[in-house]
């Protein structure tokens, strides 16, 4: 879609709804920001974000007469796509974009894209690290927290970029099409939004739609939903599998990542090697490792880039030791899956904190998870008598509702013994209570860091 003489409304005036229009201005694209929140104030949000200052704004509602005028819709990721509005633009045949279809409008280069429940982060920033060892410009973004529209005016041909894609942002996806794309893992999340598991799985495979016979897509040889997928693609497909060995792709066996060629079998690095805990950070790596490989870097860089990788802000993020408990954040723990993913990768006793924000998630394969190791669960945020009476229909009954993360932080410290883990790993996201998982994990480990011996 060429936008030259179009006006492109912008909906949402948050950090997607200003990277838009940063990038719509670079380009001398006419726009129009649209934020439903009728209680924002025009003057207000020009202050705060000056990118706006020579702009229409629209606040609350779209003015009478305002819809015809619009050629183009560009959603922020929060934006739900089946809203009234949004749905009254589709039947008018208006385009809705989001903002990663808007940057890929512009950007130039190669994109490397992984989506999945749990995982993209950590395998997003390892990825970038990995590629950064073999190309001379390597941009990281999306979900991960930079807009993917706020770097794609500056990219060129030369330029690789890596970008954590999440389902709202697959939703919006129109000619976006990676080099090279990975799937980790598909479970129960969203559903608020999604409303079916069909709807959610068939989202998040939207990142290989447009991808042809030289793409690779990298899949997760363990879950069944990909591996059938993986037979359907017309991309080139690499799996990579944490519990059996692989003719053709990487695998775990004996402590050891090995890497499969159909010829040969290579070890490409020792788990002890590497810096992050747990079997589901041994798949990030093979996935990583997996897109490298599809990108062609060299095996030995690839070993060179995992052995220097660090754990994410915010995963599994080991904080500190107080009077000989060890305190983890893992506030990026937002679904039960990946909270089971922290569970198991503690290796000690531990008092869990858990509890927010309820995307009608059920919590039993969470609670089953804890198999003896979780001394106490500490409850917090909407879920909290939710997730109790979940945990005590499954005979667990150490558990406290607490009144803040605070509070919780404080009795699993005056319950923990020497040798004990507290691990603040939700099951849940951070809305009402906090901003978003990252000023939750910040507040963790603030308050943890205060807490006297």
């Known amino acids: 879609m060429d936008l030259t003489g179009k006006t492109v409304l912008v909906v949402g005036s948050g950090i997607s709804g200003v990277a838009a229009t940063e990038l719509l201005q670079k ?7 649209f934020d439903g929140n009728k209680d924002l104030d025009a003057g207000e949000l020009v202050k705060k974000h000056p990118v706006f200052a020579d702009i229409e704004i629209w606040l609350g509602d779209l003015p009478e007469g305002g819809m015809e005028r619009i050629d183009l819709v560009v959603l922020s990721p929060g934006v739900p796509t089946d809203i009234p509005m949004v749905e009254a633009f589709r039947e008018r045949g208006t385009p809705i974009w989001g903002e990663i279809e808007l940057a890929y409008h512009f950007a130039k280069g190669r994109i490397v894209a992984i989506t999945g429940t749990n995982g993209k982060t950590t395998t997003t920033a390892l990825t970038g690290e990995i590629l950064a ?44 099409c990676p080099k090279v794309s990975a799937i980790l893992n598909i479970t129960p999340d969203h559903l608020n939004r999604h409303h079916t598991m069909e709807c959610y799985i068939a989202t998040k495979e939207r990142i290989t739609e447009r991808q042809g016979a030289d793409d690779t ?6 879950d069944e939903v990909l591996r059938a997928f993986g037979e359907r693609l017309g991309s080139k497909v690499l799996f990579f599998s944490s519990k059996r060995e692989l003719e053709r792709g990487l695998y775990l066996k004996d402590g050891t990542i090995f890497y499969a060629d159909g010829a ?46 660090r754990a994410v802000e915010h995963r599994i993020e080991y904080v500190t030791q107080k009077r000989g408990v060890r305190f983890y954040n893992d506030s990026k723990g937002t679904n039960p899956d990946a909270a089971i993913k922290g569970i198991c990768a503690m290796d000690r006793p531990t008092l869990l904190i858990g509890g927010g924000y309820d995307k009608d998630n059920t919590y039993d394969e969470w609670i089953e998870s804890f198999d003896g190791k979780v001394k106490l669960l500490a409850l917090i945020g909407q879920t909290r008598e939710k997730i109790e009476a979940c945990a005590r229909a499954h005979g667990f009954t150490d558990v406290v509702l607490c009144d803040s993360l605070e509070q919780a932080i404080d009795i699993c410290y005056e319950k923990a013994s020497s040798g004990d883990a507290v691990l603040l790993s939700p099951a849940c996201a951070s809305w009402g209570m906090f901003k978003n998982y990252e000023e939750r994990g910040r507040l963790f480990k603030e308050h943890v860091h205060a807490l006297q011996e």
């Open 217 to 222: 897509c990298v899949l997760n040889y363990e």
């Open 264 to 309: 040969a079998k290579t070890p490409v690095i020792a788990t002890k090697e590497l810096q992050i805990l747990g079997t589901h950070n041994h798949e990030n790596a093979m996935a990583a490792a997996g897109m490298a490989l599809a990108m062609g870097v060299p095996l030995p860089k690839i070993a060179e880039a995992l052995k220097r990788f």
């Open 27 to 33: 380009k001398g694209i006419k726009m129009v920001l």
């Open 133 to 176: 060892s073999c190309f001379s410009d390597v941009r990281v973004v999306g979900n991960i927290g930079i807009p993917y529209t706020s770097v794609a005016a500056e990219t060129t041909e030369e330029t690789v970029t890596v970008a954590e894609i999440s389902s709202f942002q697959l939703e919006t996806t129109q000619e976006f």
